[in-house]
T-cell receptor, first 114, second 114 residues
Framework: DAMVIQNPRYQVTQFGKPVTLSCSQT?????MYWYQQKSSQAPKLLFH???????NEADTPDNFQSRRPNTSFCFLDIRSPGLGDAAMYLC?????????????FGPGTRLTVT | AQSVSQHNHHVILSEAASLELGCNYS??????LFWYVQYPGQHLQLLLK??????LVKGIKGFEAEFIKSKFSFNLRKPSVQWSDTAEYFC????????????FGTGTRLTVIP
């Protein structure tokens, strides 16, 4: 009965080689988020989709892109991963993009860059 | 900019001891407050939340938290911890400046010794 699913759970990529992380949800929520969590740091919001509208955080590097082809799926694309991009990437969803709606998190994908 | 501080990085307690984890935030406007828990190998789960009303909120598994507006604090408490409470605990603040952006603290690792 998993609600927010992330694949793969572990991803290894080479320096500069594009990589895509996947997130899907069974909650039919309107909003999907991507967070980056580096070791011993707080999760940090990269961007979110409200339906088809993409909302980028001001300090998210251009190297990070996202796609949401339909309600259920959202992808995180890292065009040219650097060593500093090694982190846990968390996907979350919420019904609406306001503070009254809880965010539901997936298990995360741990990205290693070699 | 908004920030969330969790001063305790690692707390070690014996079973049946009382727990209090500190959380302070810096933001002068209206906030919603959350505590999330991440058990080993699992995803972030909501423990409790404060939106408005009674500043003492009760969550799952016997946890509670108190919102003290004058101190910008939202400390988590449990009268008697169990071994199964061993996990990472994250405080998070949601402001209403635009998107549904959760600001997380860096987390507190709780280890409960049987």
């Amino acid at each position: 009965d998993a609600m927010v699913i992330q694949n793969p759970r572990y991803q290894v990529t080479q320096f500069g080689k594009p990589v895509t992380l996947s997130c899907s949800q069974t909650l039919n929520h309107n909003v999907m988020y991507w967070y980056q969590q580096k070791s011993s740091q707080a999760p940090k919001l990269l961007f979110h989709y409200y339906d088809k509208d993409f909302n980028n955080e001001a300090d998210t590097p251009d190297n990070f892109q996202s796609r949401r082809p339909n309600t259920s799926f959202c992808f995180l694309d890292i065009r040219s991963p650097g060593l500093g991009d090694a982190a846990m990437y968390l996907c979350a969803t919420s019904r609406e993009p306001t503070g009254y709606y809880e965010q539901y998190f997936g298990p995360g994908t741990r990205l290693t860059v070699t | 900019a908004q920030s969330v501080s969790q001063h305790n990085h690692h707390v070690i307690l014996s079973e049946a001891a009382s727990l209090e984890l500190g959380c302070n935030y810096s933001y002068g406007g209206t906030v919603n407050l959350f505590w999330y828990v991440q058990y080993p190998g699992q995803h972030l789960q909501l423990l409790l939340k404060y939106f408005s009303g009674d500043p003492l909120v009760k969550g799952i598994k016997g946890f509670e938290a108190e919102f003290i507006k004058s101190k910008f604090s939202f400390n988590l408490r449990k009268p008697s911890v169990q071994w199964s409470d061993t996990a990472e605990y994250f405080c998070a603040v949601l402001t209403f400046t635009g998107a549904n952006n959760l600001f997380f603290g860096t987390g507190t690792r709780l280890t409960v010794i049987p």
